[in-house]
């Protein structure tokens, strides 16, 4: 098991990953779940419990199993996303990753400098295997955001999401210790 018990604070060019700071943070972060463009990429239903989510984020920064960071805009010094690292798997000595990029953070780069800042702090300061994630096969951007990062295709769960009356697949991918260290070569 992972402890991140922990919750780094650290800086690229253009974003910070921090923890949550709820009081300052909960208004961008309804504006995230409440995006359409959002709710689509992440197979999210529409409507939510503002009390619940807001428990929910409030207790973020207390768990040790898993790595939540918001992502924040150092420009404008607000919060446009999140990065999150979850779902340890013993077997495989893994852990899943996630992003979310609100309307104020998107085609400005925050997803792939999120992306890379979080995958190579777990690397260095973990001694997990690999890190895999999902994404849907009508998110080719961010497809392509992480196989720039270096996952890597792993298997299609057929028809994972209905939207619309059609069926998406959603597309697994890996990303090995090894093949993360052959990169920094």
């Not at 994630?133 to 298997?155: C, H, M, Q, T, W």
Request: proline share 3%.
């Amino acid at each position: 098991m992972i402890d991140f018990s922990n919750k780094p604070t650290f800086t690229g060019e253009k974003i910070t990953l921090r923890p949550f700071h709820v009081e300052e943070d909960f208004s961008y972060l309804e504006e995230c779940l409440e995006d359409p463009e959002v709710l689509k990429l992440t197979g999210s239903d529409p409507g939510f419990d503002r009390e619940e989510v807001l428990k929910w984020y409030q207790s973020r920064n207390e768990q040790s199993d898993r790595l939540d960071l918001a992502i924040v805009d150092k420009e404008q010094n607000i919060l446009v996303g999140e990065v999150v690292v979850n779902l340890y798997e013993g077997t495989d000595h893994s852990m899943n990753f996630r992003i979310l990029i609100g309307p104020r953070g998107r085609n400005r780069g925050f997803g792939t400098e999120a992306t890379r800042l979080m995958v190579d702090y777990v690397f260095t300061h973990t001694d997990l295997n690999q890190l895999t994630l999902s994404v849907f096969a009508f998110n080719p951007r961010a497809r392509k955001v992480y196989e720039k990062i270096g996952f890597v295709f792993d298997s299609v769960d057929k028809d994972d999401l209905q939207f619309e009356g059609e069926w998406i697949d959603s597309i697994n991918m890996k990303l090995s210790r090894e093949d993360w260290e052959k990169q920094r070569e």
